[in-house]
């Protein structure tokens, strides 16, 4: 049974922390994601990784990196946390390709939720 | 223009009902393409792969029409369980694009 794991369901951190989250997969996959999902915007895509070491901005990265020092491990850092990144925050792990009888499909981790006061 | 576009919803619909959900995608050269489900407050998961020529898992049905990019989801006999958000999603190269969700409530 596939599974990616996060760090904590729910964490509460005050403006201007520093946070990390993190994200585990056991299914070998090459991609790792981060997104966050608020209300009305739907999930949208912060970083990925589709290598050890590389990464890839997505839509909205700006207040927040990652580090991805081994394939099944990918962490998301708010630098310094603020209100506005109160969120949900989702990753979501997939295969380089389909194949291994799978389409590529991602697989997501249960979610952490976050809020920054 | 977004990648993928869904209607919202919601769809309110009884229990035993047949409900269709559609979605179109931009871009033409992508190559994979799924319905997630999402429970409220819980991550997506995914229902199902959907392929060129159609396939159907239980009560589902997924199709996809290249030529119009355009995907569906039938649910036959709806259940209270079908409640819940159906995304759209559509793969190309490394990157997914999501639709923004229709919500199906199934009532008694």
């Known amino acids: 049974d596939v599974k990616v794991t996060q760090s904590s369901r729910y964490l509460v951190k005050r403006t201007g922390e520093k946070v990390f989250l993190e994200c585990v997969q056991d299914?070998?996959?090459?991609?790792m994601f981060w997104y966050r999902q608020d209300p009305g915007l739907g999930l949208r895509l912060i970083y990925f990784s589709y290598d050890v070491k590389m990464k890839e901005k997505g839509d909205i990265p700006e207040g927040y990196s990652v580090s991805r020092e081994k394939k099944e491990r990918f962490s998301l850092i708010l630098e310094s946390a603020s209100t506005n990144q109160t969120s949900m925050y989702l990753c979501?792990?997939?295969?380089?390709?389909?194949?291994?009888?799978?389409?590529?499909?991602?697989?997501f981790g249960p979610g952490t939720r976050l809020t920054v006061t | 223009r977004k990648e993928v576009e869904q209607d919202p919803g919601p769809f309110n619909v009884p229990e035993g009902a047949t409900v269709a959900f559609n979605c179109t995608y931009s871009?033409?050269?992508?190559?994979?393409f799924f319905w997630y489900r999402q429970d409220c407050r819980k991550e997506p998961k995914l229902l199902m792969s959907v392929y060129s020529s159609g396939n159907e898992d239980g009560r589902f049905t997924a199709q996809l029409n290249r030529a119009s990019q355009y995907i569906s989801l039938l649910i036959r006999d709806s259940k209270l369980s079908d409640s819940a958000t159906y995304l759209c999603?559509?793969?190309?190269?490394?990157?997914?694009?999501f639709g923004s969700g229709t919500k199906l409530n199934v009532k008694p």
């Open positions: 979501a792990s997939s295969s380089w390709t389909s194949g291994r009888g799978g389409r590529g499909e991602q697989y």
């Open positions: 299914m070998d996959h090459e991609n």
């Open positions: 871009n033409s050269a992508s190559q994979s």
């Open positions: 999603v559509v793969r190309n190269f490394n990157k997914f694009y």
